[in-house]
Structure formats: structure tokens, C-alpha cells
């Protein structure tokens, strides 16, 4: 075999080789999709991420509420309010509007007394107004905005 042909093999293994290992590195196939031997395929660890109330990576201490609000993306995602692993708002349970969508829970007990939306861009202020002098003491206020709050 002369030397041209020995630097052609050569050349052909590199170039499946190198060819191999981008596209192990920079494609995301999946271990389901693809079957390899055990031999060849990279040892996968799956993490799991425990989740406390409302989605939360943390829990919350003793004597503490947890929750999580979203406001909405421009006039596209609503907003979402979550208390104690119950959702109070969103646009699944269709009680979110464009404006502010505020939510009063009782701080001693974290019953929901109540939740409203007031379109704050085309709307009448004074409801608003209303609604915020009625609240009444050691009430929490959830509040989370959605298109346009504020006029």
C-alpha cells in the first residue's frame, strides 16, 4: 500500500471522527430517540427539582405564606396569582383582566375575601378608589398587571 493511500484512510477516520464528535456535543438528541450500545452512550443524571406550594423551589418557613405572582406579558400571557398552593387568579380560571387585577386575602387566616379587575387604561378611576378605601384591616393585597395599568 503506498503512502498516499495510508494518508487517505487516515484522513477518512479523522474526518468521521471529528464529524462523530460534533455531533455528539453540539446536537441534543435524546437517549430515547437514538439507541446506542451502553458502551458508547454518555451516562445521563437526572435531576429532579422538588416543588413546594405554588410552584416555589424553597419552602417557606413556619408561620409564613407562600406565594407566587405573575403579571401578565403585554396583552398576550395574563397574570397569575397563586396563595397557598390555591390559584386565586388566572386566565384558565378567566377572572384576570387588562388593567390591574387585585386580590385581598386575610392575613391572619389567608381566607380569600375577594378578587377584581379594574381596567385602569379605559376604565373610571373611581372604582378603583373605591374598592382600596373599602379594604379593610390586616387584609393582604395581591396586585399583578396585565396590558396597560396604569392611565
Known amino acids: 500500500m503506498r503512502v498516499s493511500g495510508v494518508l487517505r484512510l487516515l484522513a477518512l477516520i479523522f474526518a468521521i471522527v471529528t464529524t462523530w464528535m460534533f455531533i455528539r456535543s453540539y446536537m441534543s438528541f435524546s437517549m430515547k430517540t437514538i439507541r446506542l450500545p451502553r458502551w458508547l452512550a454518555s451516562p445521563t443524571k437526572e435531576i429532579q427539582v422538588k416543588k413546594y406550594k405554588c410552584g416555589l423551589i424553597k419552602p417557606c418557613p413556619a408561620n ?26 388566572s386566565p384558565v380560571k378567566n377572572n384576570v383582566g387588562r388593567g390591574l387585577n387585585i386580590a385581598l386575602v386575610n392575613g391572619t387566616t389567608g381566607a380569600v375575601l375577594g378578587q377584581k379587575a379594574f ?3 379605559s376604565g373610571d378611576v373611581m372604582h378603583l378608589v373605591k374598592f382600596l378605601k373599602e379594604i379593610p384591616g390586616g387584609a393582604l393585597v395581591l396586585v399583578a398587571s396585565y396590558d396597560d395599568p396604569g392611565t
Open 64 to 89: 409564613y405564606f407562600a406565594f407566587k405572582i405573575c403579571s401578565g406579558a403585554a396583552n398576550v400571557v395574563g397574570p397569575t396569582m397563586c396563595f397557598e398552593d390555591r390559584m386565586i387568579m
Open 119 to 121: 381596567d385602569m387604561y
